[in-house]
């Protein structure tokens, strides 16, 4: 079956670049989340997208941006890079019923900055 | 605010031991859901096990066994007869009916040969 796909796997970027990075869901979902996991941290919820809009917002740094295009994939802007921003990043999707569905993880993104 | 907590930093344990992970959690909603990640070396998150609030029977599933008490706000996960192979870090995690996930900061389990 098909999985949710994020590209790339590995990043490696220098401070106050950018970095942007693709999430690619579970055909016919239509919800996709973004979760950022630091080193030795828990992941933490930073957005969501329903339909192509925001549905949901965490702790994301206003120099990251996202946004769900019209085939339902997702990118993850990430501008003026820190050397805090190296992380694990997953994407996630779901099928939005009316009432509580799964949501399947990806593989996640390791972005290192330098 | 739903907040999640894991206070077993770290487990190690001897091959084929019994090991219980433990979860505790807070949610002003009636209606929430609870889940189980093993997270392994290579990173990715796999699903283990999710229980919705109103439904509190005890699940096992081979060697994992889950017990789900309301009364306690509790969710720990057993791990019966460990193998090498269950070395992960393992993450409970809460949500509600916005589907986006509150995770526990994680167990990190050792099973020793």
């Known amino acids: 079956a098909a999985g949710v796909i994020q590209s790339p796997r590995h990043l490696i970027k220098e401070k106050r670049e950018t970095a942007t990075l693709k999430c690619y869901p579970i055909p016919r979902h239509d919800t996709v989340y973004w979760y950022q996991q630091g080193p030795g941290q828990d992941p933490q919820f930073l957005i969501s997208?329903?339909?192509?809009?925001?549905?949901d917002k965490g702790s994301i740094p206003d120099r990251f941006s996202a946004q769900q295009f019209s085939d339902y994939h997702s990118e993850l802007n990430m501008s003026s890079l820190e050397l805090g921003d190296s992380a694990l990043y997953f994407c996630?999707?779901?099928?939005?019923?009316?009432?509580?569905?799964?949501?399947?993880f990806g593989q996640g993104t390791r972005l290192t900055v330098v | 605010a739903q907040k999640v907590t894991q206070a077993q930093t770290e487990i190690s344990v001897v091959e084929k031991e019994d090991v219980t992970l433990d979860c505790v959690y807070e949610t002003r909603d009636t209606t929430y859901y609870l889940f189980w990640y093993k997270q392994p070396p290579s990173g990715e998150l796999v699903f283990l096990i999710r229980?919705?609030?109103?439904?509190?029977q005890n699940e096992i599933s081979g060697r994992y066994s889950w017990n789900f008490q309301k009364s306690t706000s509790s969710f720990n996960f057993t791990i019966t007869a460990s193998q090498v192979v269950d070395s992960a870090v393992y993450f409970c995690a809460l949500s509600d009916r916005a589907q986006k996930l509150v995770f526990g900061q994680g167990t990190r389990l050792t099973i020793n040969p």
């Open positions: 996630a999707s779901s099928l939005d019923r009316g009432w509580y569905t799964e949501a399947f």
């Open positions: 997208f329903y339909e192509k809009m925001q549905s």
């Open positions: 229980r919705n609030s109103f439904d509190e």
